[in-house]
């Protein structure tokens, strides 16, 4: 990461999804991973919420998150493997402007790091949704973990060089 200081961090409004048929807020340790990181970093987290592994329940609830101008990012953990009910990517099929095809690639290299081929498993992917960032990772903490640490931090910060996400943001909605 090459952070420039010479450029001035700019806070992004975030909203966190937890997919899970089985957690509550009382064991949504994946999330609370994230929410932790988010405010550490000095974003803003906007909203938190789980639903269910339910494609059509996870598109509605981005659909009203996209809607929100006052939601530039979302992060989900949960529902990305391979099982029948792992639909995050289904749903975010159902949202989505345009793939980033680059953040799923890079999360299973940095994964295939810690968990080694276990990681093809993963179907980590993020989108752009009518202007609002979606990033999708797999439920665990070491996975959101690392694709915290290893891709967003980075990537969500406005100071970093040669370029971020961030500085994108006023240019997503480009025809």
């Given amino acids: 990461m090459a952070i420039d200081p010479t450029r001035e961090f700019k806070p992004i409004q975030i909203a966190l999804l937890t997919v899970s048929d089985t957690r509550g807020p009382d064991e949504d340790s994946s999330g609370d991973i994230l929410a932790e990181r988010i405010k550490a970093k000095g974003h803003h987290l906007v909203t938190r919420a789980i639903e269910k592994d339910d494609a059509g329940r996870i598109a509605s609830r ?11 990012a979302v992060v989900i953990t949960g529902g990305t493997g391979l099982t029948g009910r792992d639909v995050t990517p289904e749903a975010l099929d159902r949202v989505k402007t345009r793939d980033i095809p680059g953040f799923g690639e890079l999360f299973r290299w940095i994964s295939y790091q810690t968990i080694g081929t276990s990681t093809i498993q993963s179907r980590a992917c993020a989108v752009v949704a009518r202007g609002t960032y979606i990033f999708a990772l797999p439920g665990s903490n070491g996975a959101v973990r690392d694709g915290w640490d290893r891709i967003l931090d980075e990537q969500l910060d406005s100071r970093n060089r040669p370029c971020n996400f961030v500085e994108l943001m006023p240019r997503l909605l480009e025809k």
Avoid: P
């Fill in 62 to 72: 981005l659909n009203n998150w996209i809607d929100d101008r006052g939601i530039d």
